[in-house]
């Protein structure tokens, strides 16, 4: 889920196993997380798993891409995937990898994957991940702190938040100003990526658009996160004061919502 939130794996494995259904979990970014102290508790049911999606090119830090998917029982990869044409015949001592997937010729996006295991190791990766997950937590810290941002979710090292005008704060919830804090939002974003000092993605959450912080880097720092509060607000304020004006002049004169109080 693009807040970092992990479904309730351990629910969803006992309704497989009661109706003897393949259970599959997309553990693209979070898997890696469940091996983390204190992981989150449905994260870790992904254990019970058939197969699990992971994308070493997320929290194991590999460049892109190396994309993987794990099955508990590789018997159902040769099963679904392996043929044997008179071209194609190899010894059965050795994995044939094109026994396992639809790729014949490939490339050895394994190796990135070793070497940067055996790198930093398991104890180096949980290190780097535990601390990405810190800082969004720290980050999701100092953005309740501040006023004119809104703190939506915070799961693993993914944090929403949106940016909201002062003077808008006691008007939340109305159809109106959602609309117009949408827009802000998404031009907002735009902003920050163009200021070259941060790059956020987005996500909507219950029709609420968001900024999303999602760390997957080693090298970011508890600096970067501190600079980014004041740089969302300072960019924020200046999308309100562009962007208000345009759209009050179109709003309905009879029943004004967006007030512009400065
Ligand atoms: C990133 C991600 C994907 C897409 O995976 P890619 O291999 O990067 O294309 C799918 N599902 C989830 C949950 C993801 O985080």
Redesign the pocket.
């Known amino acids: ?2 807040s970092g939130a992990v479904d309730p794996l351990s629910d969803i494995a006992a309704i497989c196993r009661r109706h003897d259904l393949w259970f599959h979990v ?5 898997a890696f997380a469940a091996t983390v102290a204190n992981a989150p508790v449905d994260l870790l049911a992904l254990s019970e798993a058939d197969s699990v ?1 992971v ?1 070493p ?2 929290w194991l830090y590999t460049p ?2 190396a ?1 993987c998917v794990l099955v508990r029982d590789p018997r159902h990869l040769r099963d679904a995937f392996a043929y044997h044409p008179p071209y194609y015949r190899f010894s059965d001592e050795v994995i044939n990898y094109f026994d396992s997937g639809l790729q014949n010729s490939r490339g050895f996006r394994a190796l990135k994957v070793w070497l940067a295991l055996k790198h930093v190791g398991r104890q180096g990766c949980v290190q780097m991940i535990s601390d990405d997950i810190r800082l969004a937590e720290a980050f999701f810290t100092l953005v309740e702190a501040r006023p004119e941002l809104d703190a939506l979710s915070h799961g693993l090292s993914i944090v929403c938040f949106r940016y909201v005008p002062p003077d808008l704060r006691s008007q939340l919830g109305e159809p109106e100003v959602e609309s117009y804090l949408n827009r802000l939002n998404e031009d907002l974003l735009a902003r920050v990526e163009r200021s070259g000092k941060a790059f956020f993605s987005n996500a909507v959450l219950g029709g609420v658009y968001a900024l999303r912080l999602c760390i997957v880097n080693f090298r970011t720092s508890l600096e970067d996160i501190e600079m980014l509060p004041a740089l969302v607000a300072r960019l924020g304020a200046s999308a309100d004061a562009e962007l208000r004006p345009e759209v009050t002049a179109t709003q309905d004169a009879a029943r004004p919502t967006l007030r512009t109080s400065r």
């Open positions: 889920m693009s997309d553990g693209a970014y979070g999606t994308d090119h997320k892109l891409e994309g």
